[in-house]
Protein backbone atom coordinates (compact mmCIF):
# COMPACT_ATOMS: atom_id res chain seq x y z
CA UNK A 1 0.00 0.00 0.00
CA UNK A 2 2.93 2.65 1.13
CA UNK A 3 4.86 1.79 -2.45
CA UNK A 4 1.65 2.38 -4.58
CA UNK A 5 0.43 5.89 -2.72
CA UNK A 6 4.21 6.65 -3.16
CA UNK A 7 3.70 5.98 -7.01
CA UNK A 8 0.43 7.76 -7.25
CA UNK A 9 1.79 10.68 -5.02
CA UNK A 10 4.42 10.90 -8.20
CA UNK A 11 2.15 10.64 -10.91
CA UNK A 12 -0.01 13.24 -9.02
CA UNK A 13 2.66 15.87 -8.18
CA UNK A 14 4.16 15.45 -11.99
CA UNK A 15 0.90 15.98 -13.71
CA UNK A 16 0.16 19.37 -11.59
CA UNK A 17 4.20 20.24 -12.54
CA UNK A 18 3.06 19.84 -16.50
CA UNK A 19 0.19 21.80 -15.71
CA UNK A 20 1.77 24.53 -14.29
CA UNK A 21 4.30 24.88 -16.48
CA UNK A 22 1.97 24.54 -19.34
CA UNK A 23 0.05 27.72 -17.89
CA UNK A 24 3.40 29.72 -17.31
CA UNK A 25 4.09 29.45 -20.63
CA UNK A 26 0.88 30.73 -22.35
CA UNK A 27 0.57 33.24 -19.96
CA UNK A 28 4.50 34.53 -21.34
CA UNK A 29 3.22 34.15 -24.93
CA UNK A 30 0.07 36.34 -24.01
CA UNK A 31 2.56 38.96 -21.85
CA UNK A 32 4.85 38.64 -25.41
CA UNK A 33 1.94 39.44 -27.95
CA UNK A 34 0.71 42.25 -25.54
CA UNK A 35 4.08 44.14 -25.99
CA UNK A 36 4.37 43.65 -29.52
CA UNK A 37 0.67 45.40 -29.77
CA UNK A 38 1.95 48.06 -27.66
CA UNK A 39 4.54 49.24 -30.00
CA UNK A 40 4.42 52.79 -30.44
CA UNK A 41 6.57 53.47 -33.22
CA UNK A 42 5.77 53.20 -36.84
CA UNK A 43 9.55 52.95 -38.14
CA UNK A 44 10.20 49.65 -36.21
CA UNK A 45 13.20 49.22 -38.51
CA UNK A 46 15.12 52.05 -39.04
CA UNK A 47 17.63 53.17 -41.51
CA UNK A 48 20.68 52.62 -39.93
CA UNK A 49 24.03 53.22 -41.58
CA UNK A 50 27.66 52.36 -39.27
CA UNK A 51 30.01 54.88 -40.46
CA UNK A 52 33.87 55.08 -38.99
CA UNK A 53 33.68 58.35 -36.55
CA UNK A 54 37.19 59.59 -34.53
CA UNK A 55 37.34 59.07 -31.03
CA UNK A 56 37.76 62.49 -30.63
CA UNK A 57 34.60 63.41 -31.68
CA UNK A 58 32.56 61.51 -29.04
CA UNK A 59 31.12 62.27 -25.38
CA UNK A 60 30.55 59.58 -22.44
CA UNK A 61 27.32 58.97 -21.65
CA UNK A 62 25.40 61.82 -20.00
CA UNK A 63 24.92 60.01 -16.62
CA UNK A 64 27.05 57.24 -16.43
CA UNK A 65 24.98 54.67 -14.73
CA UNK A 66 27.14 51.53 -14.79
CA UNK A 67 30.18 51.49 -13.38
CA UNK A 68 32.81 49.73 -15.85
CA UNK A 69 36.43 49.62 -13.89
CA UNK A 70 39.80 49.29 -15.66
CA UNK A 71 38.93 45.10 -15.30
CA UNK A 72 36.02 45.72 -17.84
CA UNK A 73 38.25 47.85 -20.23
CA UNK A 74 41.13 45.03 -20.00
CA UNK A 75 38.46 42.38 -21.33
CA UNK A 76 37.41 44.31 -23.58
CA UNK A 77 41.00 44.93 -25.21
CA UNK A 78 41.38 41.16 -25.13
CA UNK A 79 38.26 40.57 -26.99
CA UNK A 80 38.59 43.20 -29.86
CA UNK A 81 42.16 42.15 -29.98
CA UNK A 82 41.14 38.38 -30.93
CA UNK A 83 38.12 39.52 -32.85
CA UNK A 84 37.94 42.87 -34.06
CA UNK A 85 36.12 45.69 -33.58
CA UNK A 86 33.12 43.74 -34.70
CA UNK A 87 30.21 45.69 -32.59
CA UNK A 88 29.08 49.35 -33.63
CA UNK A 89 28.67 51.98 -30.47
CA UNK A 90 25.29 53.77 -30.34
CA UNK A 91 25.62 57.34 -30.62
CA UNK A 92 23.14 60.62 -30.92
CA UNK A 93 24.24 64.09 -31.52
CA UNK A 94 28.04 62.89 -31.05
CA UNK A 95 27.26 61.10 -27.43
CA UNK A 96 27.94 57.54 -27.11
CA UNK A 97 24.48 55.97 -25.76
CA UNK A 98 25.88 52.57 -26.10
CA UNK A 99 29.37 51.41 -26.26
CA UNK A 100 31.38 53.84 -24.28
CA UNK A 101 34.05 51.26 -22.51
CA UNK A 102 33.98 49.58 -26.29
CA UNK A 103 35.39 52.83 -26.68
CA UNK A 104 37.88 53.02 -24.37
CA UNK A 105 39.62 49.77 -25.26
CA UNK A 106 39.91 51.24 -28.97
CA UNK A 107 41.82 54.08 -27.28
CA UNK A 108 44.12 51.67 -25.16
CA UNK A 109 44.50 49.27 -28.59
CA UNK A 110 45.92 52.56 -30.20
CA UNK A 111 42.73 53.02 -32.54
CA UNK A 112 42.28 56.53 -33.92
CA UNK A 113 38.43 55.52 -35.42
CA UNK A 114 35.45 53.26 -34.35
CA UNK A 115 32.60 51.71 -36.36
CA UNK A 116 29.27 53.82 -35.10
CA UNK A 117 25.46 54.13 -35.64
CA UNK A 118 24.32 57.45 -35.65
CA UNK A 119 20.74 57.04 -33.46
CA UNK A 120 19.18 60.48 -34.81
CA UNK A 121 16.06 58.42 -35.06
CA UNK A 122 15.60 58.59 -31.39
CA UNK A 123 14.64 62.16 -29.75
CA UNK A 124 16.55 63.11 -26.47
CA UNK A 125 14.33 61.14 -24.20
CA UNK A 126 13.97 58.20 -26.59
CA UNK A 127 17.75 57.97 -26.73
CA UNK A 128 18.20 58.00 -22.67
CA UNK A 129 15.70 55.15 -22.35
CA UNK A 130 17.50 53.19 -25.02
CA UNK A 131 20.99 53.39 -22.90
CA UNK A 132 19.13 51.96 -20.06
CA UNK A 133 17.14 49.32 -21.97
CA UNK A 134 20.58 48.11 -23.50
CA UNK A 135 22.84 47.45 -20.70
CA UNK A 136 19.54 46.16 -18.57
CA UNK A 137 17.48 43.64 -20.20
CA UNK A 138 20.88 41.95 -21.69
CA UNK A 139 21.92 40.88 -18.17
CA UNK A 140 18.34 40.15 -17.04
CA UNK A 141 18.78 36.45 -19.38
CA UNK A 142 20.19 33.33 -18.04
CA UNK A 143 22.82 30.97 -19.23
CA UNK A 144 21.85 27.58 -20.39
CA UNK A 145 25.43 26.32 -18.62
CA UNK A 146 25.22 23.26 -20.30
CA UNK A 147 24.87 24.81 -23.68
CA UNK A 148 27.82 26.96 -22.45
CA UNK A 149 30.03 24.27 -21.34
CA UNK A 150 29.58 22.05 -25.15
CA UNK A 151 30.64 25.78 -26.66
CA UNK A 152 33.77 25.92 -24.27
CA UNK A 153 34.71 23.10 -25.52
CA UNK A 154 34.26 23.36 -28.99
CA UNK A 155 35.99 26.94 -28.79
CA UNK A 156 39.20 24.97 -27.14
CA UNK A 157 39.31 22.84 -29.97
CA UNK A 158 38.97 25.40 -32.35
CA UNK A 159 42.08 27.22 -30.32
CA UNK A 160 39.90 30.42 -29.50
CA UNK A 161 41.06 32.10 -26.44
CA UNK A 162 37.94 31.70 -23.89
CA UNK A 163 40.00 34.51 -22.03
CA UNK A 164 38.62 36.74 -25.03
CA UNK A 165 35.17 36.00 -24.57
CA UNK A 166 34.99 38.08 -21.14
CA UNK A 167 34.60 34.62 -18.53
CA UNK A 168 37.49 34.87 -15.90
CA UNK A 169 39.94 32.07 -15.52
CA UNK A 170 37.42 31.10 -12.62
CA UNK A 171 34.14 31.05 -14.62
CA UNK A 172 35.75 28.90 -17.02
CA UNK A 173 36.49 26.43 -14.44
CA UNK A 174 33.44 26.23 -12.96
CA UNK A 175 31.71 25.81 -16.35
CA UNK A 176 33.76 23.19 -17.96
CA UNK A 177 34.36 20.83 -14.87
CA UNK A 178 32.59 17.92 -15.32
CA UNK A 179 30.89 15.55 -12.26
CA UNK A 180 33.21 12.60 -10.85
CA UNK A 181 32.10 9.31 -12.15
CA UNK A 182 33.70 7.57 -9.53
CA UNK A 183 30.01 5.59 -9.15
CA UNK A 184 30.55 4.87 -12.61
CA UNK A 185 34.58 3.14 -11.96
CA UNK A 186 34.83 -0.29 -13.82
CA UNK A 187 36.93 -1.79 -10.96
CA UNK A 188 38.27 -4.65 -13.24
CA UNK A 189 39.96 -2.36 -15.00
CA UNK A 190 40.43 1.00 -13.02
CA UNK A 191 41.20 -0.68 -9.55
CA UNK A 192 43.04 -3.45 -10.73
CA UNK A 193 46.67 -4.42 -8.50
CA UNK A 194 49.88 -3.88 -10.69
CA UNK A 195 50.33 -6.40 -12.53
CA UNK A 196 53.55 -8.96 -11.69
CA UNK A 197 55.55 -8.16 -15.35
CA UNK A 198 54.21 -4.94 -15.62
CA UNK A 199 54.84 -3.37 -19.71
CA UNK A 200 56.56 -0.55 -18.73
CA UNK A 201 60.35 -0.46 -18.08
CA UNK A 202 62.00 1.99 -15.89
CA UNK A 203 63.07 4.89 -18.44
CA UNK A 204 60.29 4.77 -19.93
CA UNK A 205 58.49 8.41 -20.94
CA UNK A 206 54.54 8.27 -21.57
CA UNK A 207 52.73 10.94 -23.83
CA UNK A 208 49.28 11.13 -22.47
CA UNK A 209 48.08 13.38 -25.11
CA UNK A 210 49.75 16.93 -23.08
CA UNK A 211 50.33 14.72 -20.52
CA UNK A 212 53.47 13.03 -19.47
CA UNK A 213 54.70 10.65 -17.32
CA UNK A 214 58.22 9.03 -16.50
CA UNK A 215 59.05 5.59 -14.52
CA UNK A 216 62.10 7.13 -12.94
CA UNK A 217 63.47 7.72 -9.08
CA UNK A 218 62.09 11.29 -8.01
CA UNK A 219 65.66 11.34 -6.07
CA UNK A 220 67.81 11.71 -9.36
CA UNK A 221 68.12 14.89 -11.06
CA UNK A 222 68.02 13.27 -14.28
CA UNK A 223 64.79 11.68 -14.43
CA UNK A 224 63.63 15.58 -13.78
CA UNK A 225 65.80 16.27 -16.96
CA UNK A 226 64.35 13.77 -19.00
CA UNK A 227 60.59 14.34 -17.71
CA UNK A 228 60.54 18.13 -17.99
CA UNK A 229 63.42 19.49 -20.15
CA UNK A 230 63.54 23.16 -19.79
CA UNK A 231 59.99 23.58 -18.87
CA UNK A 232 58.58 25.17 -15.89
CA UNK A 233 56.25 23.89 -13.21
CA UNK A 234 53.49 26.40 -11.94
CA UNK A 235 52.00 23.74 -9.00
CA UNK A 236 53.15 20.73 -7.40
CA UNK A 237 51.06 18.17 -5.81
CA UNK A 238 52.12 15.04 -4.31
CA UNK A 239 52.07 12.13 -1.26
CA UNK A 240 55.24 10.95 -0.99
CA UNK A 241 55.31 8.06 1.31
CA UNK A 242 55.42 8.70 5.14
CA UNK A 243 58.15 5.77 6.24
CA UNK A 244 55.59 4.06 7.76
CA UNK A 245 54.88 0.13 7.08
CA UNK A 246 52.02 -0.10 5.17
CA UNK A 247 51.43 -3.42 7.20
CA UNK A 248 49.70 -2.47 10.43
CA UNK A 249 48.91 0.93 8.87
CA UNK A 250 46.58 0.47 6.02
CA UNK A 251 43.92 -1.75 6.14
CA UNK A 252 42.01 -1.58 3.00
CA UNK A 253 39.18 -2.47 4.61
CA UNK A 254 40.58 -5.96 5.75
CA UNK A 255 40.26 -7.34 2.30
CA UNK A 256 43.57 -6.31 0.50
CA UNK A 257 47.02 -6.80 1.93
CA UNK A 258 49.04 -4.41 0.05
CA UNK A 259 53.00 -4.39 -0.90
CA UNK A 260 55.58 -2.10 1.14
CA UNK A 261 56.53 0.89 -1.34
CA UNK A 262 60.14 0.19 -2.75
CA UNK A 263 61.36 3.22 -0.75
CA UNK A 264 60.17 5.13 2.79
CA UNK A 265 58.20 2.42 3.98
CA UNK A 266 59.55 2.29 7.54
CA UNK A 267 62.73 1.21 6.84
CA UNK A 268 64.44 4.78 6.96
CA UNK A 269 65.87 6.09 10.45
CA UNK A 270 64.54 9.79 11.20
CA UNK A 271 68.00 11.58 9.83
CA UNK A 272 67.29 9.30 6.35
CA UNK A 273 63.76 10.09 6.20
CA UNK A 274 64.67 13.59 6.63
CA UNK A 275 67.23 13.65 3.91
CA UNK A 276 64.86 11.88 1.53
CA UNK A 277 62.93 14.98 1.73
CA UNK A 278 65.12 16.96 1.77
CA UNK A 279 66.65 16.02 -1.71
CA UNK A 280 62.90 15.57 -3.12
CA UNK A 281 61.70 19.05 -2.78
CA UNK A 282 65.19 20.72 -3.21
CA UNK A 283 65.01 18.76 -7.05
CA UNK A 284 61.60 19.69 -7.77
CA UNK A 285 62.38 23.73 -6.33
CA UNK A 286 64.67 24.08 -9.31
CA UNK A 287 61.80 23.48 -12.14
CA UNK A 288 59.38 25.96 -10.50
CA UNK A 289 58.46 29.35 -11.57
CA UNK A 290 58.34 32.34 -9.03
CA UNK A 291 55.21 32.18 -7.27
CA UNK A 292 54.39 28.08 -7.67
CA UNK A 293 53.11 26.40 -4.67
CA UNK A 294 53.79 23.04 -3.40
CA UNK A 295 51.28 20.85 -1.74
CA UNK A 296 52.84 18.02 0.25
CA UNK A 297 50.70 15.22 1.83
CA UNK A 298 52.16 14.19 4.78
CA UNK A 299 51.03 12.32 8.19
CA UNK A 300 51.12 13.88 11.92
CA UNK A 301 54.41 11.97 12.55
CA UNK A 302 56.29 13.66 9.89
CA UNK A 303 55.05 17.11 8.75
CA UNK A 304 57.37 18.44 11.17
CA UNK A 305 60.02 16.92 8.45
CA UNK A 306 58.12 18.41 5.29
CA UNK A 307 58.52 21.92 7.50
CA UNK A 308 62.08 21.45 7.62
CA UNK A 309 62.74 20.10 4.12
CA UNK A 310 60.40 23.24 2.68
CA UNK A 311 62.81 25.31 4.61
CA UNK A 312 65.90 24.05 3.29
CA UNK A 313 64.80 24.46 0.10
CA UNK A 314 64.06 28.06 0.91
CA UNK A 315 60.11 27.89 0.46
CA UNK A 316 57.48 29.47 2.32
CA UNK A 317 54.96 28.02 4.62
CA UNK A 318 51.70 29.43 3.31
CA UNK A 319 49.24 27.24 5.85
CA UNK A 320 48.48 24.05 7.02
CA UNK A 321 45.27 21.91 5.49
CA UNK A 322 43.63 19.01 7.25
CA UNK A 323 42.43 16.63 5.02
CA UNK A 324 39.22 14.94 6.93
CA UNK A 325 38.38 11.60 5.63
CA UNK A 326 34.80 11.47 7.35
CA UNK A 327 35.97 8.10 9.38
CA UNK A 328 38.71 6.52 11.03
CA UNK A 329 41.69 4.41 9.30
CA UNK A 330 43.93 2.49 11.94
CA UNK A 331 45.28 3.67 14.52
CA UNK A 332 46.43 3.26 18.16
CA UNK A 333 45.32 5.37 20.63
CA UNK A 334 43.20 7.29 18.47
CA UNK A 335 41.93 6.19 14.98
CA UNK A 336 43.33 8.55 11.93
CA UNK A 337 41.06 10.20 10.77
CA UNK A 338 43.10 12.88 8.99
CA UNK A 339 46.06 13.53 7.03
CA UNK A 340 47.99 16.84 6.50
CA UNK A 341 49.02 18.80 3.54
CA UNK A 342 51.96 21.23 4.16
CA UNK A 343 51.36 24.44 1.50
CA UNK A 344 54.47 26.05 0.21
CA UNK A 345 55.34 28.61 -2.18
CA UNK A 346 58.55 29.58 -4.01
CA UNK A 347 58.47 33.23 -3.21
CA UNK A 348 56.42 35.14 -0.32
CA UNK A 349 52.90 34.81 -2.35
CA UNK A 350 51.25 32.57 -5.00
CA UNK A 351 51.29 33.35 -8.90
CA UNK A 352 47.68 32.60 -9.31
CA UNK A 353 44.95 32.93 -5.98
CA UNK A 354 41.97 31.78 -7.33
CA UNK A 355 40.29 31.89 -3.72
CA UNK A 356 40.69 35.25 -2.56
CA UNK A 357 38.37 35.06 0.57
CA UNK A 358 35.74 33.70 -1.47
CA UNK A 359 35.77 36.40 -3.98
CA UNK A 360 35.59 34.31 -7.42
CA UNK A 361 32.73 31.88 -5.85
CA UNK A 362 35.02 29.58 -4.46
CA UNK A 363 34.86 29.38 -0.42
CA UNK A 364 37.55 27.71 0.94
CA UNK A 365 38.89 26.97 4.14
CA UNK A 366 42.31 25.36 5.25
CA UNK A 367 39.74 22.05 6.77
CA UNK A 368 38.72 19.89 3.09
CA UNK A 369 36.16 17.34 3.41
CA UNK A 370 36.42 14.63 1.09
CA UNK A 371 35.50 10.31 2.06
CA UNK A 372 38.93 8.45 2.74
CA UNK A 373 39.61 5.35 0.76
CA UNK A 374 38.11 3.50 3.86
CA UNK A 375 34.77 4.83 2.31
CA UNK A 376 32.84 2.49 0.28
CA UNK A 377 31.95 4.60 -2.88
CA UNK A 378 34.49 7.41 -2.70
CA UNK A 379 36.55 8.14 -5.64
CA UNK A 380 40.18 6.98 -3.64
CA UNK A 381 38.31 3.61 -2.63
CA UNK A 382 37.82 2.92 -6.02
CA UNK A 383 41.58 2.88 -6.31
CA UNK A 384 42.34 0.88 -2.83
CA UNK A 385 42.65 -2.17 -4.98
CA UNK A 386 45.78 -0.28 -7.05
CA UNK A 387 47.31 0.97 -3.95
CA UNK A 388 47.65 1.33 -0.53
CA UNK A 389 47.28 5.22 -0.02
CA UNK A 390 45.12 6.74 -3.30
CA UNK A 391 43.66 10.37 -2.55
CA UNK A 392 40.16 11.12 -3.76
CA UNK A 393 39.98 12.83 -7.34
CA UNK A 394 37.93 15.74 -6.12
CA UNK A 395 40.36 16.57 -3.04
CA UNK A 396 43.36 17.31 -5.98
CA UNK A 397 40.78 18.71 -7.83
CA UNK A 398 40.14 21.20 -5.75
CA UNK A 399 44.02 22.11 -4.74
CA UNK A 400 44.58 23.14 -8.59
CA UNK A 401 41.41 25.29 -9.23
CA UNK A 402 42.84 27.06 -6.20
CA UNK A 403 46.44 28.02 -7.36
CA UNK A 404 46.04 27.35 -11.03
CA UNK A 405 44.91 28.59 -14.44
CA UNK A 406 44.35 26.32 -17.56
CA UNK A 407 47.17 24.93 -19.25
CA UNK A 408 49.67 25.56 -16.19
CA UNK A 409 51.67 22.11 -15.70
CA UNK A 410 51.27 20.35 -12.51
CA UNK A 411 54.11 18.16 -11.10
CA UNK A 412 53.49 14.88 -9.01
CA UNK A 413 56.83 13.04 -8.25
CA UNK A 414 55.36 9.82 -6.56
CA UNK A 415 52.29 10.19 -8.91
CA UNK A 416 50.83 6.72 -7.47
CA UNK A 417 48.14 5.20 -9.47
CA UNK A 418 47.42 8.61 -10.79
CA UNK A 419 44.98 10.87 -9.11
CA UNK A 420 46.99 13.87 -10.05
CA UNK A 421 47.08 12.58 -13.71
CA UNK A 422 42.86 12.58 -13.78
CA UNK A 423 42.45 15.56 -11.51
CA UNK A 424 45.00 17.24 -13.87
CA UNK A 425 42.36 15.96 -17.55
CA UNK A 426 39.15 16.93 -15.78
CA UNK A 427 40.47 20.39 -15.04
CA UNK A 428 42.19 21.50 -18.06
CA UNK A 429 46.06 21.42 -16.62
CA UNK A 430 48.89 19.48 -17.74
CA UNK A 431 50.64 16.77 -15.79
CA UNK A 432 54.21 15.65 -15.32
CA UNK A 433 54.55 12.25 -13.14
CA UNK A 434 57.24 10.66 -12.01
CA UNK A 435 56.38 7.06 -10.75
CA UNK A 436 59.52 4.56 -9.34
CA UNK A 437 57.56 1.65 -9.97
CA UNK A 438 56.48 0.33 -13.21
CA UNK A 439 53.31 -1.19 -11.81
CA UNK A 440 51.87 1.78 -11.09
CA UNK A 441 52.73 3.54 -14.14
CA UNK A 442 51.02 1.01 -16.22
CA UNK A 443 48.20 1.49 -13.50
CA UNK A 444 48.15 5.30 -14.31
CA UNK A 445 48.59 4.65 -18.10
CA UNK A 446 45.45 2.14 -17.75
CA UNK A 447 42.99 4.61 -15.37
CA UNK A 448 43.77 7.64 -17.84
CA UNK A 449 42.83 5.33 -20.77
CA UNK A 450 39.52 4.37 -19.59
CA UNK A 451 38.66 7.87 -18.11
CA UNK A 452 39.54 9.45 -22.14
CA UNK A 453 38.97 6.60 -24.32
CA UNK A 454 42.45 8.00 -25.65
CA UNK A 455 45.68 5.83 -26.20
CA UNK A 456 49.04 6.70 -24.35
CA UNK A 457 51.97 6.49 -26.91
CA UNK A 458 55.61 4.87 -25.86
CA UNK A 459 57.93 8.97 -26.38
CA UNK A 460 60.95 6.28 -27.70
CA UNK A 461 58.88 4.70 -30.93
CA UNK A 462 55.81 6.28 -30.84
CA UNK A 463 53.92 3.19 -29.91
CA UNK A 464 50.80 2.83 -28.44
CA UNK A 465 50.58 1.14 -24.79
CA UNK A 466 48.55 -1.56 -26.42
CA UNK A 467 51.11 -2.08 -28.71
CA UNK A 468 54.16 -2.25 -26.64
CA UNK A 469 51.93 -4.56 -24.10
CA UNK A 470 51.42 -6.78 -26.87
CA UNK A 471 55.09 -6.78 -28.16
CA UNK A 472 56.95 -7.07 -24.18
CA UNK A 473 54.18 -9.58 -23.78
CA UNK A 474 54.69 -11.89 -26.85
CA UNK A 475 58.54 -11.73 -25.98
CA UNK A 476 57.45 -13.16 -22.51
CA UNK A 477 55.71 -16.19 -24.12
CA UNK A 478 58.55 -16.87 -26.56
CA UNK A 479 61.07 -17.13 -23.57
CA UNK A 480 58.74 -19.28 -21.50
CA UNK A 481 58.17 -21.38 -25.40
CA UNK A 482 61.91 -21.74 -25.42
CA UNK A 483 62.64 -22.82 -21.90
CA UNK A 484 60.01 -25.54 -22.08
CA UNK A 485 61.99 -26.98 -25.00
CA UNK A 486 64.85 -26.82 -23.39
CA UNK A 487 63.34 -28.47 -20.27
CA UNK A 488 61.98 -31.34 -22.36
CA UNK A 489 65.39 -31.87 -23.79
CA UNK A 490 67.28 -32.62 -20.67
CA UNK A 491 64.59 -35.31 -19.02
Not at 64 to 79: A, F
Not at 111 to 118: E, G, Q, R, S, Y
Not at 420 to 445: H, M, N, Q, W, Y
Request: aromatic fraction near 6%; glycine fraction near 10%.
Amino acid sequence: MTTKALQEGRLKKAKLDKTKARRERLAGERRLAEAAGRARRNDLLPDLQISQIPIGDLRGPRNRTRKDGPEQVERLVRSIAEFGFSQPVLVRQGQVLDGWTRVLAARELGLDHVPAIDCNHLDAAAARGLALALNRIAERGDWDLDALKIEFQELIDLDVDLGATGFTMEEQDIILLDPLDAQDADEDEVGAEPAVDPVTRIGDIWGLCEHRIISGNALEEGTYKALLGDERVHVVLTDPPYNVPIKGNVSGLGKKVHDEFVMASGEMSDAEFQAFLDKVLGLMTAWLVAGAVLFVFMDWRSIHRVYAAGEAAKLKLLNLVVWYKESGGMGALYRSAHELIAVLCKGDKPRVNNVELGRHGRDRANVWVAPGANRRGSSANEMLASHATPKPVELCVDALLDVTQRGDVVLDVFLGSGTTLIAAEKTGRVCRGIELEPGFVDVCIRRWERHTGKEAVLIRTGQTFRQVEAERYAGVEDLDDEAGLEAGGAK
